[in-house]
């Protein structure tokens, strides 16, 4: 038994990002988490920068799962954040094989084949298309500072603002085919106090994943506001997937 302990192979992590966001979010958690770490980019970042319009749900799956499948750790927890949600759970199915764990942070986490706009009320639903259309997927400077940034520094706000990247308009629209209820251990971590995507909408993803819910007090990034809790609530959610084998 205890050279079978000792024998088994870590499980990692694996960081998928909000909409408009890169790697970098993440450093401050995935840095001292005592596991390794991926974090992973989407298309139109670094020196990938190439125009994303035109790019489908899929595309982007397949820009993420080519990252993680040149990663040499077997197993893994997909951790994701607000948009990532969505593609986190076609990451799971896709790579089920290695998936051992799916945790959500503020994540948007749509019924079984739906899409990131259809987890929401009837009349957002119908307006974020329409809007996203008109004026494009980035926001507003005061909307991003508003929503994303409520409890962040000026500094912090700043560098979000400066960094955030316009999204195509189907990775919002396109339809999951993935079911949102996993074979695998699930936590949803609901941010208390996000301006971005309300705690009582948070409750509806939650439960949708069928996940276990823990709550943290932060604003919709935790990741810059309240790394040190998250990256516990992380390593403990690692802990038990580990121990459940």
């Known amino acids: ?24 979010i993440w450093d401050r958690v995935a840095g001292e988490l005592p596991a390794p770490c991926l974090t992973v980019d989407y298309p139109g970042r670094g020196t990938n920068n190439g125009g ?12 993420v799962k080519e990252q993680i499948s040149s990663w040499d750790v077997e197993k893994f927890i997909l951790v994701t954040h607000s948009l990532g949600g969505v593609l986190g759970l076609s990451i799971a199915a896709e790579m089920a ?4 764990g799916f945790a959500a942070i503020g994540a948007v986490i749509p019924a079984s084949g739906g899409s990131f ?18 004026f494009g997927t980035k926001p507003p400077e005061q909307a ?48 208390g106090q996000d301006q971005e995507l309300k705690p009582g909408l948070q409750d509806k993803m939650a439960e949708n994943l069928g996940a276990r819910v823990e ?5 919709h990034l935790p990741m810059l506001s309240h790394p040190d809790e998250l990256r516990q609530l992380l390593q403990k959610f690692g802990t038990s997937v580990s121990a459940a084998g």
């Open 97 to 100: 094989d290695r998936v051992a």
């Open 215 to 219: 709550r943290l007090e932060s604003g």
């Open 144 to 191: 991003i500072r508003r929503g994303l940034c409520s409890d962040l520094t000026e500094e912090q706000a700043d560098e979000i603002v400066r960094r955030f990247t316009p999204e195509s308009i189907r990775v919002y629209t396109d339809r999951v085919e993935a079911a949102s209820r996993l074979q695998v251990p699930s936590l949803y971590i609901k941010l």
């Open 52 to 63: 994303t319009s035109k790019l489908s749900l899929k595309d982007y799956c397949a820009h």
């Open 117 to 134: 706009t259809s987890a929401f009320p009837s009349g957002q639903r119908l307006l974020l298309p329409l809007m996203m259309r008109l």
């Open 1 to 24: 038994m205890e050279k079978a302990l000792k024998d088994r192979k870590p499980i990692g992590y694996v960081f998928i990002p909000g909409a408009g966001l890169d790697a970098q």
